[in-house]
Structure formats: structure tokens, C-alpha cells
């Protein structure tokens, strides 16, 4: 984790044998393997890998329906090592943090970027850092796009519920304006369900708070 202030997330990592991670060359960011992040359940939210949104088949139909390729299994690392390398250059400064599991990139985009509190209306400042975002998502267009909207616990569940997916959605629409395809994106909120951190802190709550979009590469099998 690249934010030192995610006490919870960094405990359980540092829980994590030094083997089951690896550092990338060419970023220098730690990677924790698929069988280490299986190892610690769900507690560090929507950063673990899962189920696609919508699930891989039907998806993948659209996908390569709409044109877009696959990529070879071989070459899956080397394509998410790129993409990766180019959201960090474009995100650098912007409060938003790349985060690497395997072979897949989760964006995590606290709220106080991207929308004001109790808001589905992005915030007009961090635009043109989702305008570099999307830019690179038509560029490295063979994943597939999960956009998955987080609440602290203030207010209603039903609320939380329904402000998670309308951020979601607000962010995904956003992409599809800047030349992302629809057939890659799926939204979902979660609501207050997936903390990160403590809700019973404003610090804890501000790190709740968030839109992860979630790149999974579209491959052959």
C-alpha cells in the first residue's frame, strides 16, 4: 500500500509472509499474491480480487462482440505492467492510488477528489484526471472495467446503498463519454458494506468513502 495512513490495510499486510509478495522491476511496487490476499478474507474490501461484475461470460460476448480483442495469455503481465505504469504516471499528485493484485489494477478514488459529501455529482476540479484516466483505458482497451462505489456508515443503509450506485454509475457514464466502451464497463455499489477502515473515526470514514474501478484483463480462455 502506497498510503502510509491506511493503518488497518498495512497491520494485515505486514501480517503477510515476505514470500507471498513480489516486487514489480519497472515500478517498484509491491505486489501481494493471489494465494496471500485469499489468506486474509475480506478485510481489506473492494481491493481483494473477486467475481467480475455481471459475471466473465456474458461479458466477454460483448467484448469481443464490440471488436475488442483478447489478450494472449502470455502477454497478460507485460499489458497490465504497461497499463499500470501509464494510470500511475497520468494519476501521479491527484489523490488517486494505483493498487496491483495479480493481474489486475484497482484504482481507488477517495471521495474527497471525486465527489463532495453526499454528492453523485463529480467534482468539476478532478475531471481532467478522469479524462487521463479513461484516455488510457481506450488505449489499453482489452480489460475489462469494474466501477464499484464504497459509503461510511453515516446515514441510512438504504441511502449509503443508493448513493454508492449512483456514484458508480456517475463515473462509469463519465468514462463511456471519453471513448470507453460500454461493453467493458459494470458498475455496483456497496454501500457501507466494504470499509476499508474504522467508521467510528472522520479519518476512518473519509478512507470509506471512494469509487475503486477495478481492470481485469480480457483473455483468450
Not at 10 to 36: F, M, Q, Y
Not at 117 to 130: H, I, M, Q
Amino acid at each position: 500500500m502506497k498510503r502510509r495512513s491506511k493503518i488497518a490495510a498495512a497491520l494485515l499486510i505486514a501480517a503477510i509472509p515476505v514470500t507471498a509478495c513480489t516486487t514489480n522491476p519497472e515500478t517498484g511496487e509491491k505486489r501481494i499474491s493471489k494465494a496471500a490476499i485469499g489468506g486474509i478474507g475480506g478485510a481489506l474490501g473492494g481491493y481483494l480480487l473477486g467475481d467480475l461484475i455481471g459475471g466473465k461470460r456474458d461479458r466477454t460476448e460483448k467484448i469481443l462482440g464490440a471488436g475488442i480483442g483478447a489478450v494472449a495469455g502470455a502477454g497478460v503481465g507485460y499489458y497490465m505492467d504497461q497499463q499500470e505504469k501509464k494510470l500511475r504516471e497520468q494519476t501521479a499528485g491527484t489523490g488517486v492510488e494505483v493498487v496491483r493484485d495479480g493481474d489486475q489494477l484497482v484504482l481507488d478514488m477517495p471521495s474527497e477528489v471525486t465527489f463532495a459529501f453526499g454528492s453523485a455529482n463529480l467534482s468539476p476540479e478532478f475531471r481532467s484526471t478522469l479524462d487521463k484516466v479513461g484516455a488510457t483505458l481506450v488505449e489499453y482497451e482489452k480489460t475489462y472495467v469494474d466501477v464499484m462505489g464504497h459509503t461510511d456508515s453515516v446515514g441510512s443503509e438504504a441511502f449509503n446503498q443508493t448513493l454508492s450506485e449512483q456514484r458508480a454509475a456517475t463515473v462509469a457514464s463519465y468514462l463511456t463519454g471519453r471513448g470507453v466502451q460500454s461493453a467493458r464497463l459494470a458498475t455496483k455499489g456497496y454501500g457501507e458494506s466494504q470499509p476499508k477502515a474504522s467508521n467510528t473515526s472522520e479519518e476512518g470514514r473519509a478512507e470509506n468513502r471512494r469509487v475503486e474501478i477495478r481492470l481485469v484483463p480480457v483473455t483468450e480462455s
